[in-house]
């Protein structure tokens, strides 16, 4: 079992930046993907960025495709969401999440989720 842990939200305003992390821990990743999704407030969660820990193969939403990247620290077994041009619409609790998935914007096939880390964008 993967646990993971966030870090890195906080409070913004329109067109800042923010940096999150995720730190996995309790075995290797090597054959798993780590994602990024978020839930605003009424919404169903949905699927952000994600990446392939052996290739480092990036996925991204249409929505943050020119805005957010996303990388990995191997030697921190971390993955991290740089995200720019920060939008209101962008507000939403962002949850980390790693599994064995071939449907990376899918959430129910990854195995493993994080508390989640709170990103509010100021207008």
């Known amino acids: 079992q993967v646990e993971l842990a966030e870090s890195g939200g906080g409070l913004v305003q329109a067109g800042g930046s923010l940096r999150l992390s995720c730190a996995a821990s309790?075995?290797?990743?090597?054959?798993?993907?780590m994602g990024w999704f978020r839930q605003a407030p009424g919404n169903v969660r949905e699927f952000v960025a994600a990446?392939?820990?052996?290739?480092?193969?990036?996925y991204y939403s249409d929505s943050v495709r020119d805005r957010f990247s996303i990388s990995r620290d191997i030697a921190k077994n971390t993955i991290l969401l740089q995200m720019n041009s920060l939008k209101p619409e962008d507000t939403a609790i962002y949850y980390c999440?790693?599994?064995?998935?071939?449907?990376?914007?899918?959430?129910?096939?990854?195995?493993?989720w994080g508390q989640g880390t709170q990103v509010t964008i100021s207008s």
């Open positions: 999440a790693v599994g064995r998935t071939l449907v990376v914007r899918l959430e129910s096939t990854y195995d493993s």
């Open positions: 309790g075995r290797t990743l090597s054959g798993y993907v």
């Open positions: 990446l392939r820990w052996s290739s480092g193969v990036t």
